[in-house]
C-alpha cells in the first residue's frame, strides 16, 4: 500500500493551481480588504464527504507562501481527521495573516464573517490558534456557517481530552494486555485546556502522572489539584515511563527525543506530533513504541464542533468521542497485522472512507 505523506512543500518550484492538484485541493478562496486589514486564505480541501469543516487560524505569518503552505496542508489534514472520525463533513481551513494582539476589530472580524459566507456553505469555520469565541461572535453576524461560538456547544477541551484519554487506553490494551491505566506512569507534557482535563481521567483511574508546562501557576494549580509529580519542561523525556501524552507542541517525535523516550506507547492530543512524518513514524515503530495517530486520537474537538453543527446533545458528543477507543484499536491492530506503520494505517483508513462516497485521487 503506497500512502502520500503530508510534508513541507515547495511553492516556488510548484506553482498554486499545480500544488492544489498536487494535494488534491478543490478550492482556494484570497481574501484581501484594504479598510480592515483583514488578509486571508481560506482552503476547501474536499467536501466528498460533506461541507469542509476547519478552524480560522491567525498568526504572524513571515510572507504569504508560509500562510498558503499552512492553509493548504492543515485543510489537508482536516479531511483525514474527519474521514478517520466518521463524520459526514470534508476538510477545509483558513489562516489570516496577522497579529491576533493588534489588529481585531468587529469589522474586522465582519469582513472575514462574509468571504465565508460567500461559499454558501461549502466552508463552516471555527476557531483555531489565535482566535476566540468572541472573534467567531463577530463572524456570525455575517455568516451562519461558523461553529464554536459562545453560549454554544462550548469549549470542545474536555471532549478532546476524554478522546485522547480513550485511545490511550485502547493503545495499553494492545500493549499491555489490558486497558486499564491504573499504576501506569504516565507523562503529561502540557497541562493547558486539554492537558488538565486529560490528568483528571488519568488520576481518577489510579495512574502515576508526571506533568509539565511552562506556566509555573498552571503547574502549581494542576500538580495540587491531581496531586501529580512536576517534571521541568526539558527533562520530560528521561523520565522513566510508560505513556508520553503530547499535550503542547507539535514536532516533538523527533530524531533528538526518541533518543531518550523510554515509554512504550505515545498518545496524545498535540497536532502533527511526528517532525517528519513518514520517517518519525517508521523510527516509533522501529523502536516498539505504539503510537496513536494524532488527528485520529484528538478528534474530540471536531466532533463537538460536528454536534453543534447538526443541534446534537453534548451526551452525542461525548459517546462519540469514547468510539475513539475503537479507531485508534483498529487502527493499531493493523498497523501490527500489516507490520506498517500506524499514521500509514490511519491515513489509508480515511482515504478508503472517502474514495467509497466519491471520486478523489490519493495516488498522487
Ligand atoms: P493550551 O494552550 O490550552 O495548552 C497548552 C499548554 O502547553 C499550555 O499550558 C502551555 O503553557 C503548555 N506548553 C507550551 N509549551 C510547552 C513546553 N515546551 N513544555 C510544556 N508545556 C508547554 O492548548 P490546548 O487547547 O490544551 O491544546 C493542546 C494541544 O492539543 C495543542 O497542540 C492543540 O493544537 C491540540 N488540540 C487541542 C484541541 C482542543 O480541543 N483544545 C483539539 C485538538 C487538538
Not at 505523506?5 to 485541493?25: K, Y
Request: charged residues 20%; proline residues 3%.
Amino acid at each position: 500500500m503506497e500512502v502520500k505523506t503530508i510534508n513541507e512543500i515547495n511553492l516556488n518550484e510548484n506553482p498554486v493551481l499545480a500544488q492544489m492538484a498536487t494535494m488534491g485541493h478543490e478550492q482556494l478562496l484570497f481574501c484581501n480588504d484594504e479598510e480592515t486589514g483583514l488578509k486571508a486564505i481560506i482552503a476547501i480541501h474536499s467536501t466528498v464527504l460533506g461541507p469542509s469543516l476547519g478552524g480560522t487560524r491567525m498568526w504572524k505569518y513571515a510572507n504569504e507562501m508560509e500562510a498558503l503552505n499552512d492553509v493548504l496542508r492543515l485543510s489537508r489534514g482536516m479531511t483525514y481527521k474527519n474521514s478517520i472520525s466518521n463524520l459526514n463533513l470534508g476538510g477545509g481551513k483558513a489562516v489570516i495573516i496577522g497579529d491576533s494582539h493588534t489588529m481585531k476589530s468587529e469589522a474586522f472580524f465582519r469582513r472575514f464573517g462574509k468571504f465565508v459566507e460567500s461559499l454558501s456553505g461549502k466552508y463552516i469555520t471555527a476557531e483555531d490558534v489565535g482566535i476566540s469565541p468572541e472573534d467567531m461572535g463577530w463572524v456570525s453576524k455575517e455568516t451562519r456557517h461558523v461553529v464554536g461560538l459562545p453560549g454554544k456547544s462550548g469549549d470542545p477541551s474536555p471532549v478532546t481530552a476524554l478522546g485522547v484519554y480513550m485511545g490511550m487506553k485502547a493503545c495499553a490494551k494492545i500493549q499491555f494486555g489490558s486497558d486499564s491505566l491504573a499504576g501506569k506512569k504516565i507523562a503529561v507534557q502540557g497541562v493547558g485546556h486539554v492537558g488538565e482535563y486529560l490528568v483528571k481521567h488519568l488520576t481518577n483511574e489510579g495512574a502515576e502522572v508526571f506533568i509539565s508546562d511552562i506556566y509555573q501557576q498552571t503547574l502549581d494549580r494542576v500538580s495540587s489539584t491531581y496531586n501529580a509529580r512536576v517534571v521541568a519542561p526539558q527533562d520530560i523525556y528521561d523520565i522513566d515511563m510508560d505513556i508520553y501524552a503530547p499535550c503542547a507542541l507539535g514536532a516533538t517525535i523527533n530524531d533528538e527525543t526518541l533518543a531518550k523516550l523510554k515509554c512504550s506507547i505515545i498518545a496524545g492530543a498535540a497536532n502533527n506530533q511526528l517532525r517528519n512524518e513518514s520517517i518519525h513514524g517508521q523510527a516509533v515503530m522501529d523502536k516498539g513504541i505504539i503510537y496513536a495517530p494524532d488527528y485520529a486520537i484528538n478528534a474530540g474537538g471536531v466532533i463537538n464542533c460536528f454536534s453543534e453543527v447538526h443541534g446534537l446533545s453534548s451526551e452525542w458528543a461525548h459517546t462519540k468521542a469514547e468510539e475513539i477507543y475503537q479507531t485508534i484499536y483498529n487502527i493499531v491492530s493493523r498497523s501490527q497485522e500489516e507490520k506498517l506503520p500506524t499514521y500509514q494505517i490511519a491515513n489509508a483508513i480515511a482515504e478508503e472512507r472517502i474514495k467509497a462516497v466519491g471520486i478523489i485521487d490519493f495516488t498522487k
